[in-house]
């Protein structure tokens, strides 16, 4: 494939380079309990298919911590909110996430349960339009698949994320996130690649300043948002980003679990 041109790939590197850290299938490092500081083990965590452990999700302390190339970092912190274990994450006009690495195969993807509490909304923010895609709250679940399907776009795309981060454009990409407009069930697909998809799970303000707890049929919301079947589930992620709005945004997060099919 003939390599872009220069002037596509400066107006589209800054993109990239954010898609590709939610390639969740890369070396992961494991973190000391109430730090982001390294633990020094770096053993990926991978459990084979049709094996329960391989739907076992880690609490957050065992997560890695990944900033963007180019950005400020989110502040995580673990904390005890309002009697839940949870991470608090502070966006100051920057982006970053808690990222775990997993393999769960197609056929036993079941539910995922997670819960959050929004501060406030990002009046400003808007996750069709590349310029103001923040949003105070994202769960983000990826997917492996044949990336041999890709558009022209998403293959150029994945081979310049290769290049700069090491990482290629993951085949597909699931994010649960709360949006200050569209209703709950929308599906929001990314200005850079359809192969980055939102479903809103929240809308508006009603509801701030409380715990919401959700549990989402897999499969269901993979085939609502991206009409196909999923592939295997490689790694699940938080992010609270702020960085294109140029504002600050608080949340909380509950553990994530996963359970099996039915």
């Given amino acids: 494939m003939l390599a872009p041109p220069l002037s596509w790939t400066r107006r589209w590197a800054g993109g990239v380079l954010a898609l590709a850290v939610v390639q969740l299938a890369a070396c992961s ?7 982001l500081e390294p633990s020094g083990d770096t053993t990926p965590i991978v459990a084979p298919a049709r094996d329960q452990a391989a739907l076992k999700v880690p609490p957050f302390e065992t997560w ?8 400020q970092p989110t502040e995580f912190s673990f ?4 009697d839940r274990q949870a991470v608090a994450a502070v966006a100051d006009m920057s982006a970053s996430l808690l990222r775990h690495r997993m393999r769960v195969e197609p056929g036993d993807l079941g539910s995922v349960k997670f819960s959050w509490k929004v501060a406030q909304l990002i009046e400003a923010a808007d996750m069709a339009l590349r310029e103001a895609d923040d949003s105070p709250v994202r769960i983000i ?3 492996a698949g044949d990336r041999s399907l890709f558009s022209m776009k998403n293959s150029m795309l994945s081979e310049l994320s290769q290049a700069l981060t090491g990482e ?3 085949y597909a990409t699931l994010m649960y996130v709360w949006c200050n407009t569209r209703p709950s069930g929308s599906v929001i697909i990314n200005p850079r690649t359809d192969r980055i998809r939102k479903m809103v799970v929240e809308s508006g303000k009603s509801g701030l300043r409380h715990w919401h707890d959700y549990e989402r049929n897999i499969r269901s919301d993979f085939e609502q948002a991206f009409h196909e079947a999923p592939g295997a589930l490689v790694g699940i992620a938080i992010m609270t980003d702020s960085d294109n709005t140029r504002t600050r945004a608080q949340a909380w997060y509950g553990p994530v679990a996963l359970s099996a099919a039915r």
């Fill in 29 to 35: 490092t494991t973190y000391r309990a109430n730090t």
């Fill in 64 to 71: 890695q911590h990944y900033p963007l190339p180019g950005k």
């Fill in 141 to 143: 679940l990826t997917f």
């Fill in 168 to 170: 290629p454009l993951p």
């Fill in 79 to 82: 904390v005890r909110m309002d």
